[in-house]
C-alpha cells in the first residue's frame, strides 16, 4: 500500500485524535515502574536522550500500597510457581480454578452475603451486574446516581432498561422517582458508596431506607471503600452496619486490594443469575491464579489488620492538613481523596508538568470528561507508605507551582488533626525485618 493510500485509509482516525488534542483533551501517559520495595517511589523514564530517574507516586490507586505488601507478593509469586501464568480458559470450558473458588468465598464472607462471583475486572463486574440483574427484573426501571462511574452507566445502558438519573446523593430527588414509579413496578437504585474524584460519601442509610420503603433493589458501588473502610474491609457499608441491607455489593480487587479483578457479591441466587448470564462473565478467560492469590491474600490480612488503614486515613488528613495550612486549595471531605482544585484544563497539565519535571511527583492531571469542566484538578492519594517527609515536600512543591503558574491560593486554615499514628513504624512489620 502507498504512503498516500495508508494516509487517506487512516484520515478519520488521524482527524479523530486532533480534535482531542484542539479541545486540549488528548491524553498522555508517562512510562513509570513501580518499585514494590520502595512505593511510592517508582522509576520514571521521560524519553529521548534523558536519563530515567526517581518520583514519588501521589495518585496511585493501590491505596494502601497493598500491591507490593510481602504477604502479598509472596502469594502471587508461589500461586505463579505452583500453577504457572494462566488460568488455562473461561470458567465454562476449563478456567475455573480452586483458587478462584477460594477468593470468592472470602468475597462473600467479607461483605456477609451468600455468594461472589469475580469478573476479570470491576469495570466488567459493573457492566455485567448491573446489565443482567435488572435485565432480569421485568420492565425494570434503573435509578442511577448522576456521578456514577462509566462502567456503572455501561451497564445501565447495555441493560436496555428505562432509566432515571437521580442529582447527586440527593435523596429527596431519589424518593421523587421511586415514588412516582409506584410501588409494583421492579426498580433498582444503583449508586457509588466513596465517590472518587470529590472524595464525598453517599447517605447510604437514606437510600437503603428510601430503597425498603419503595420496594426498589439495591446495587452499590464499593470500588473505592473496600479494603480501606470497615473493621474488615468490608467498605463503607460495613463501617455503617449496612450491608446487609444492600442487595448488591460491587467491589474490586485493584484499588485497597492492590491487585487485578472485580466482583459483585449477594444472594446465591442473584450471582448465579449473573453467572449464567452475563456474556462478559461467560466468554472471557478466568483471571490468572497468580493474580487470584495475591488478591486473596491481601483480602485476608485486611480482615485481619487495621495498620494499613489507619495510616492511610492518617497520611491522608495530615496531607490535606499541611496543605491547607499552606493555603493550596483542597476541596474537603470526609475520606481519603485529596482533590487539589485547578479549574482549567491546560493548568491543571501544566501544573502536573512541572511537578514532575522541576519536583519529581507524579500527579496526573484529571481534566473533562472525567471531571466537569471548570473543576480540573490534581487528585491526590496519600498511602500508608507516604512519611510526613514525602508531605513536607509535595508542600513546597505545591506551593513552587501555584507561584509559578500564578494560580489562585486560598485563606490558609488550620484544621484539626487526626488523631497521631507512628505511621512507619507500623507499616510493613516484614519488609523491615527483610531488610535488616
Ligand atoms: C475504577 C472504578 C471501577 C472499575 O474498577 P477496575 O477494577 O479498575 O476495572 C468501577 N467503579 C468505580 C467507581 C471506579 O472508580
Not at 210 to 233: C, F, P, Q, S, W
Request: charged residues 25%; neutral net charge.
Amino acid at each position: 500500500m502507498s504512503m498516500n493510500n495508508k494516509n487517506e485509509r487512516n484520515a478519520p482516525f488521524t482527524k479523530a485524535v486532533q480534535r482531542l488534542k484542539d479541545e486540549r483533551r488528548y491524553r498522555v501517559f508517562i512510562d513509570l515502574e513501580r518499585d514494590a520495595q520502595r512505593f511510592p517511589t517508582a522509576l520514571w523514564r521521560p524519553g529521548g536522550d534523558e536519563k530515567p530517574r526517581d518520583v514519588t507516586i501521589w495518585c496511585s490507586n493501590d491505596y494502601l500500597g497493598m500491591g507490593g505488601h510481602p504477604k502479598v507478593r509472596a502469594a502471587a509469586t508461589a500461586a505463579a510457581d505452583r500453577h504457572g501464568a494462566g488460568a488455562g480458559g473461561t470458567r465454562n470450558i476449563s478456567g475455573t480454578h480452586h483458587r478462584i473458588v477460594e477468593l470468592e468465598g472470602e468475597l462473600a464472607d467479607l461483605h456477609g452475603k451468600e455468594s461472589a462471583l469475580v469478573f476479570t475486572s470491576g469495570w466488567i463486574s459493573n457492566l455485567a451486574g448491573i446489565s443482567i440483574i435488572a435485565s432480569l427484573l421485568p420492565n425494570c426501571l434503573i435509578l442511577s446516581d448522576a456521578l456514577n462511574h462509566n462502567s456503572m452507566i455501561e451497564g445501565v445502558l447495555r441493560s436496555g432498561c428505562e432509566k432515571k438519573v437521580w442529582r447527586h446523593n440527593d435523596v429527596d430527588h431519589l424518593e421523587e422517582l421511586l415514588k412516582a414509579a409506584g410501588p409494583d413496578r421492579a426498580k433498582l437504585v444503583v449508586f457509588e458508596s466513596l465517590y472518587s474524584m470529590d472524595g464525598d460519601i453517599a447517605p447510604i442509610e437514606k437510600i437503603v431506607d428510601l430503597a425498603e420503603r419503595y420496594n426498589a433493589m439495591t446495587y452499590i458501588d464499593e470500588v473505592h471503600a473496600v479494603g480501606m473502610y470497615g473493621a474488615h474491609g468490608g467498605g463503607i457499608s460495613e463501617r455503617e452496619g449496612l450491608a446487609h441491607r444492600i442487595d448488591v455489593i460491587e467491589g474490586t480487587l485493584a484499588k485497597g486490594f492492590g491487585s487485578l479483578g472485580g466482583y459483585i457479591a449477594a444472594d446465591a441466587v442473584i450471582v448465579d443469575a449473573v453467572r449464567s448470564y452475563a456474556p462478559q462473565f461467560i466468554f472471557t478467560t478466568t483471571l490468572p491464579p497468580m493474580v487470584v492469590a495475591g488478591a486473596c491474600a491481601a483480602i485476608r490480612h485486611l480482615k485481619e489488620s487495621n495498620v494499613e488503614r489507619d495510616g492511610h486515613q492518617y497520611m491522608a488528613s495530615v496531607t490535606k492538613h499541611a496543605l491547607q495550612a499552606a493555603g493550596i486549595p483542597v476541596r474537603e471531605n470526609p475520606s481519603h481523596i485529596v482533590p487539589v482544585m485547578v479549574g482549567d484544563a491546560e493548568r491543571c497539565k501544566a501544573a502536573s508538568d512541572l511537578l514532575m519535571r522541576r519536583h519529581d511527583i507524579y500527579i496526573q492531571p484529571i481534566n473533562y470528561p472525567t471531571v466537569a469542566i471548570g473543576t480540573e484538578r490534581l487528585r491526590i492519594t496519600p498511602t500508608p507508605r507516604h512519611t510526613e517527609a514525602h508531605v513536607s515536600y509535595l508542600v513546597e512543591a505545591l506551593v513552587d507551582v501555584w507561584k509559578t503558574l500564578d494560580l489562585p491560593f486560598t485563606t490558609a486554615r488550620i484544621l484539626p488533626l487526626r488523631r497521631r499514628q507512628p505511621v512507619n513504624d507500623c507499616v510493613y512489620p516484614e519488609m523491615k525485618k527483610a531488610a535488616e
